[in-house]
């Protein structure tokens, strides 16, 4: 059996088991600082007041984002699960209000060059998310790399952070330009939803989107939707000086309001199957997949 065949294998019968698949959404941007790990972590908590069991996995391997916001620090990461043999519950760091967090570490990027065993090993472990989570969310690094470029192609369900500024609007067209020209990538099986952040008002946020929008349907013909805009707001400034998230210390604030309404659009469209279909066991053989 060569490693193609395995890895078919082991799509078919994540496919054919009836073990629910968690909805998986990859947050991303172009330029960095832009305020994806924010996003993420109130997302999260906004999910958690839902009722839903959530999983953030921090794909950035340079930085240590989410454990930073949470004040929380993982014994383990990803390349333990890979090199270790530590199991998919000993490398999930539990952050507040059981929010569990995965540390991707130097683990994201040995990914490109895992033998067979390693990726059987990875993939039915990831797959097993499935079962403890009902929303994984991936916060990547920034930019336009190639581990980046090979998280978005495989996901469902894309975030893209941007702000009025002219560089994030600019890195935003570049990565999608650069997503655009991937082999790997299917507009058909990846949705982009803008996330306008640090705008002045509701209508700054609109206008951010329609300006992408704009470039991006003329010149690259891929579908984008306005699914949040977030003020700028000094109350989660202060919160991520608490290393605190905004929805958890202020709830009031103008920032977590608007936290909650993303997530409440978000889940106006959580029905929609395709979110669900191939969970984050689909996900990681798409991605190892997209390799061979
Ligand atoms: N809505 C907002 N209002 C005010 N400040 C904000 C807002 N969103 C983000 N920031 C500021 O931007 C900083 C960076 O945010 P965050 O760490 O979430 O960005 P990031 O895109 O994850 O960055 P990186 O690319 O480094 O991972 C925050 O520490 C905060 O100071
Ligand atoms: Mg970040």
Redesign the pocket.
């Known amino acids: 059996m060569d490693q193609a065949e395995g890895l078919r294998n082991i799509i078919k019968n994540s496919a054919l088991s009836s073990r629910p698949a968690a909805r998986v959404i990859t947050?991303t941007?172009g330029?960095?600082?832009?305020?994806?790990?924010?996003?993420?972590?109130n997302l999260a908590v906004q999910f958690r007041r839902m009722g839903k069991k959530v999983i953030i996995f921090d794909a950035?391997f340079g930085?240590a984002?989410i454990e930073v916001?949470f004040g929380a620090i993982p014994k383990h990461n990803l390349a333990d699960l890979i090199y270790q043999g530590k199991n998919i519950r000993e490398i999930i760091t539990m952050g507040p209000m059981d929010i569990g967090f995965i540390s991707g570490g130097s683990g994201i990027a040995s990914l490109s060059n895992l033998g067979k065993d390693y990726i059987d090993y990875l993939v039915q472990n990831l797959g097993e998310l499935d079962l403890l989570a009902d929303v994984i969310i991936i916060?990547t690094?920034?930019?336009i790399s190639d581990a980046v470029l090979e998280f978005l192609v495989a996901s469902p369900e894309v975030l893209l952070?941007t702000?009025p500024e002219p560089t994030s609007i600019t890195d935003s067209y570049s990565l999608l330009k650069a997503l655009n020209r991937h082999p790997s990538f299917d507009r058909e099986n990846t949705t982009i939803k803008v996330v306008a952040?640090?705008?002045g008002d509701f209508e700054e946020g609109r206008a951010l989107y329609t300006k992408i929008n704009a470039v991006v349907n003329r010149y690259l013909k891929i579908p984008l939707y306005l699914v949040g805009v977030?003020?700028?707001?000094?109350?989660?400034?202060k919160a991520?000086?608490q290393q605190m998230p905004?929805s958890i210390s202020n709830p009031n604030s103008r920032?977590a309001q608007?936290f909650t309404d993303l997530a409440t659009a978000l889940e106006t469209n959580a029905k929609d199957p395709v979110y669900h279909k191939r969970g984050m066991s689909g996900f990681f053989s798409s991605m190892i997949r997209g390799r061979q």
């Open positions: 947050v941007s330029k960095g600082g832009v305020g994806k790990s924010n996003v993420s972590i950035d930085m984002n916001m916060d690094g920034a930019g952070v702000t952040n640090k705008v977030i003020p700028e707001d000094h109350e989660l400034v991520v000086m905004i920032s608007a």
